[in-house]
T-cell receptor, first 113, second 113 residues
Framework: SQKIEQNSEALNIQEGKTATLTCNYTNYSPAYLQWYRQDPGRGPVFLLLIRENEKEKRKERLKVTFDTTLKQSLFHITASQPADSATYLCALAPSSNTGKLIFGQGTTLQVKP | KAGVTQTPRYLIKTRGQQVTLSCSPISGHRSVSWYQQTPGQGLQFLFEYFSETQRNKGNFPGRFSGRQFSNSRSEMNVSTLELGDSALYLC????????????FGQGTRLTVV
């Protein structure tokens, strides 16, 4: 069966460290993979998108990798800050001609000062 | 530009009733997707409408339905409400392709008692 798994439900790190979140999927061949941030009581907010033929994408302190052989994406936040505390969701876009997204369960990141 | 607007923000309904939720997408976006978010199941895809046509459907019973109007505004309806339908319902507006970001509304919190 198809599955998307984010490595842990919660991740606690110290301010200034790098947070690494994992997204693994099985029985999918996604064309794109996206990462979103969600704060309590709010809708998800888009962070980064990576294509199946891209290995890595960066945006400011954020970096995403995409390994279609391992069927895994890693999401890194460098120099983390307490304001980065939120739930991070990975989402697969199964094809280019749909807005449908398939979400993982999310990882809640807590950055302690 | 204005974001995605969902109304109402909160709803309390009784089992057996029906409910209609509304979503106004970002101007120019033709795709509206609906998701159900619960603590146990995470974000689950309900359906996507594109140019007034249902383009994709998730694995939900027929009690869940939707429609999209010519101005791209969308509604979703849940009939014969069950306690398990209590959730945060999110709509996402996009250009309708997997390589474009989705913009989410704040959601409608539905409680069924």
């Amino acid at each position: 069966s198809q599955k998307i798994e984010q490595n842990s439900e919660a991740l606690n790190i110290q301010e200034g460290k790098t947070a690494t979140l994992t997204c693994n999927y099985t029985n999918y061949s996604p064309a794109y993979l996206q990462w979103y941030r969600q704060d309590p009581g709010r809708g998800p907010v888009f962070l980064l998108l990576i294509r199946e033929n891209e290995k890595e994408k960066r945006k400011e302190r954020l970096k995403v990798t995409f390994d279609t052989t391992l069927k895994q994406s890693l999401f890194h936040i460098t120099a983390s800050q307490p304001a980065d505390s939120a739930t991070y969701l990975c989402a697969l876009a199964p094809s280019s001609n749909t807005g449908k997204l398939i979400f993982g369960q999310g990882t809640t990141l807590q950055v302690k000062p | 530009k204005a974001g995605v607007t969902q109304t109402p923000r909160y709803l309390i309904k009784t089992r057996g009733q029906q409910v209609t939720l509304s979503c106004s997408p970002i101007s120019g976006h033709r795709s509206v997707s609906w998701y159900q978010q619960t603590p146990g199941q995470g974000l689950q895809f309900l359906f996507e409408y594109f140019s007034e046509t249902q383009r994709n459907k998730g694995n939900f019973p027929g009690r869940f339905s939707g429609r999209q109007f010519s101005n791209s505004r969308s509604e979703m309806n849940v009939s014969t409400l069950e306690l398990g339908d209590s959730a945060l319902y999110l709509c996402a507006s996009s250009q309708g392709a997997g390589d474009t970001e989705a913009f989410f509304g704040q959601g409608t919190r539905l409680t069924v008692v």
